[in-house]
Nanobody, 115 residues
Framework: QVQLVESGGGLVQAGGSLRLSCVAS????????MGWYRQAPGKPRELVAS???????SYADSVKGRFGISRDNAKNTVYLQMNSLKPDDTAVYYC?????????WGQGTQVTVSS
């Protein structure tokens, strides 16, 4: 059974940085797109950033220039470096991956940015 486990969330002041990590475990035969979504209270889940196995990236306009996504294919790990954080970035961040032909989600990690 494949699992995605996130870590690295927490409380940070506006302007600060956090780095999220997501490790995919289990028998992984194929891994294509991985990424991060977030969901703030009362709002729909939204895509933050995604990365293909070859390293092509895509970002939401709201985080361009502040967030960076990367992955280590050998470790089945995807990272999200978040800089210049704003209170509007407060949300639960979910790791997402297309693994073994299935969509998988992590359990989420809370990011809170104080003003």
């Amino acid at each position: 059974q494949v699992q995605l486990v996130e870590s690295g969330g927490g409380l940070v002041q506006a302007g600060g940085s956090l780095r999220l990590s997501c490790v995919a475990s289990g028998r992984i035969l194929s891994s294509t797109v991985m990424g991060w979504y977030r969901q703030a209270p009362g709002k729909p889940r939204e895509l933050v950033a995604s990365i293909t196995r070859s390293g092509a990236t895509s970002y939401a306009d709201s985080v361009k220039g502040r967030f960076g996504i990367s992955r280590d294919n050998a470790k089945n790990t995807v990272y999200l470096q978040m800089n210049s954080l704003k209170p509007d970035d407060t949300a639960v961040y979910y790791c997402h991956g297309f693994l073994n032909g299935r969509v998988e989600w992590g359990q989420g990690t809370q990011v809170t940015v104080s003003s």
